[in-house]
């Protein structure tokens, strides 16, 4: 498709659980993040990619959290051993230049932790 | 690291009223400014942006952003808001140049009430 791609949708899982959300950016993108957004939080910065420079990993919240960009185009963030807090909506975006680029947002995986 | 703040994060207003969102970044160097706006049910979209010249900018649906240096700030306004104007807003700066990341304020919910 001509968008970014995030799946899945909606993710309800279990406390303690790994899970995994997948990102495909636009294609020819070269910088991709992901951030996660709760309510009334805003967005908060995950991890940044971009081209092939070393990830950003700053935002991460915990080593619980991890993320891999394959081939410069899918990434996927994982999150192990899931905890209440971690539900969320995860937003995925991509831009062709890095620096001065213009995002553009995924739907979001909407993760719920029980 | 760049910061954003955004504040009056719920706003509340009529048709036809005026609509200005504060939005004060701090970073050092030279930025790269943006708003989005996320509308009930839909992923975030870019409003506006700034890079460098007028620092008037004009985007879509009648909203404009002026930059002011020396405030650090990139307030966004619209002169008469429509019931479909409700969204969430969010101001994000980049510190231009490099593989600085984009960082976004908390957002601001406004409800256009017909």
């Known amino acids: 498709g001509a968008g970014v791609s995030q799946s899945p949708s909606n993710k309800v899982t279990e406390k303690g659980k790994d899970v995994e959300l997948r990102c495909d950016p636009i294609?020819?993108?070269?910088?991709l993040y992901w951030y996660r957004q709760s309510l009334g939080q805003g967005l908060e910065f995950l991890i940044y990619?971009?081209?092939?420079?070393?990830?950003?990993k700053s935002g991460l919240p915990s080593d619980r959290f991890s993320a891999e960009r394959t081939g410069g185009s899918v990434s996927t963030l994982t999150i192990q051993r899931t905890q209440q807090e971690d539900s969320a909506v995860y937003l995925c975006?991509?831009?062709?230049?890095?620096?001065?680029?213009?995002?553009?947002f995924g739907e979001g995986s909407r993760l719920t932790v029980l | 690291a760049q910061s954003v703040s955004q504040h009056n994060h719920h706003v509340i207003l009529s048709e036809a009223a005026s609509l200005e969102l504060g939005c004060n970044y701090s970073?050092?160097?030279?930025?790269?400014l943006f708003w989005y706006v996320q509308y009930p049910g839909q992923h975030l979209q870019l409003l506006l942006k700034?890079?460098?010249?007028?620092?008037l900018v004009k985007g879509i649906k009648g909203f404009e952003a002026e930059f002011i240096k020396s405030k650090f700030s990139f307030n966004l306004r619209k002169p008469s808001v429509q019931w479909s104007d409700t969204a969430e807003y969010f101001c994000?700066?980049?510190?231009?140049?490099?593989?600085?990341?984009?960082?976004f304020g908390k957002g601001n919910q406004v409800v256009v009430i017909p």
């Open positions: 970073y050092g160097g030279t930025v790269n």
């Open positions: 294609s020819g993108h070269t910088a």
């Open positions: 975006a991509s831009s062709f230049e890095g620096h001065t680029g213009e995002l553009f």
């Open positions: 700034y890079f460098s010249g007028d620092p």
């Open positions: 990619f971009q081209g092939n420079s070393a990830p950003d």
């Open positions: 994000a700066v980049k510190g231009a140049g490099g593989n600085n990341r984009l960082a």
